[in-house]
């Protein structure tokens, strides 16, 4: 190790102190990532949050940033810094293996994605990716391709999904900083589950090629130990790009300067059927009390919405069929059980159904506008459980059937409406595990969910 910081504080610090540490010569990015590479291959909780790591790139581009920050040429806060890649996005030269079996023949891919194109022009050292479910389909933790990943804080329990890599990586202290996915709450549930800090922006904000079948529905994100992790982070997804032609909206749309005091709703359940668990519940209306008692004006909101899971659900199998349907037999049938029973049943729906349910998600996200009228932020709980042991979608029973949505019906509403959403730790419940606060803004107007999200961390007292 060239720097005279050890390999544990290394592991703890967040992007500005190893930025800091960077600077004044005290450790440097190859220092960095020999740590990480040590306690990623140790992994002795058996976390499996990796399905591709490349340390030989990841050392040229931890050597080419130890040179610029030793010249005083560093790029900005995220040089050096590592960061994984979820296993739904391309990386040039790498397998997108998507959580299948069914992609093993795939060749790598011929360029980098948008998101890891602007990583790497900030200097990120972009090392490996991260397991997801298969194609993302849902908010477990395991796939067929790299099978289960562990929750870091109770090994028994899931990280979430489909973002389940990159939540355990920064949960198990393997790196401060991946890159997600988030179609129904894929960033914001993992992150909740585990302790994190999960931000899925404004759909676009952050550029996302090739589209997929879940495209109008599908937001990168970002998962930190802090918000102020989160907010570096974000700073640099700040070009769109002609690969996505969402991504090429203005970027000014932000509350700063207002003068008024925020208008916060809050609502317990969203109308989703799914009930909060008994500590879900308490921690969130302590975490009212509290924001109350700071001087926060508080509103309860009746968003006029109805549960859409079932119209949500119907929609999902139609974009798993529409993943799928140009695909040979003998391919599809390389896919997993579940996700081939998905298949099925998009194969056989009809279009009265499905135009009922495209008019159901209309009302949800018209509904969802309306709220937002009369409120700048909206607050709910990030998930109606804490993490459930692993291969099962809640912590207390209930479920029944694979439609996750009926199960996790706080966070997929937002993508729906494009919304940014982001989850923050707010508390422990049962088994001593976390709980997430989601924090819901106006499309466009991410930096205010962020400047409230590292104001109420603060005000929490959340360890990152």
Known sequence: MSGSVDSADILAMDIAQLSQQYGSGACSPVD????MRSAIESDTQGINAFCHLVWPAALQ???????????G??????????????????????????????????????????????LRAAGAVVFGKTTTTEFGWTVLSENPYSGLTRNPL??????????????????????????????????????????????????????????????????QGVLTRSMQDCITAM??????????????????GSADGQERPLRIG??????????????VAAAFEHTLAR???????????????????????????SRVFESFQAWPPSRRELLGDKLRGLYRAGEQLGMAELAASQTRLRALGTALA??????????????PSVAPPAGRYLANGNESGENWFAMNGYAYPFNVSQQPALSIPMGLGGQGLPVGLQIVGRKYHDKQVLQLGSALESLLEVSP
Not at 169 to 189: F, K, T, Y
Not at 190 to 203: D, E, I, N, R
Not at 266 to 279: E, H, K
Not at 371 to 383: G, K, M, N
């Open 32 to 35: 960095t990532l020999d740590a």
């Open 61 to 71: 581009a931890a050597q080419a940033s130890e040179k610029r920050h030793r010249a």
């Open 73 to 118: 040429q560093a790029l900005g806060p995220l040089d050096g810094v590592p960061v994984s890649i979820k296993d739904l996005t391309q990386v040039a030269g790498w397998p997108t293996r998507c959580g299948s079996l069914a992609t093993q023949d795939d060749p790598p891919a011929p360029v980098d994605a948008p998101s890891v194109v602007q």
């Open 154 to 219: 109770n090994n028994a329990h899931s990280a979430g999904g489909s973002s389940s890599g990159a939540a355990a990586q920064v949960a198990a202290g393997w790196g401060p900083l991946a890159l997600g996915s988030d179609a129904g709450g894929s960033v914001r549930i993992p992150a909740s589950y585990c302790g994190l800090v999960g931000f899925k922006p404004t759909f676009g904000l952050i550029p996302a090629a090739p589209a997929s079948a879940f495209a109008e529905f599908a937001h």
């Open 235 to 252: 700073s640099v997804f700040s070009k769109g790009d002609p690969r996505d032609p969402s991504s090429l909206f203005s970027r000014s």
């Open 266 to 279: 809050w609502s317990r359940t969203l109308g989703a059927a799914q009930l909060p668990d008994a500590d």
């Open 291 to 317: 924001l109350s008692a700071a001087g926060y004006q508080l509103e309860e909101v009746a968003p006029g919405i109805e549960d859409a899971c079932a119209a949500m659900w119907t929609i999902w199998c």
């Open 370 to 383: 309306r709220t937002f009228c009369d409120i700048d932020v909206l607050l709910t709980p990030s998930t």
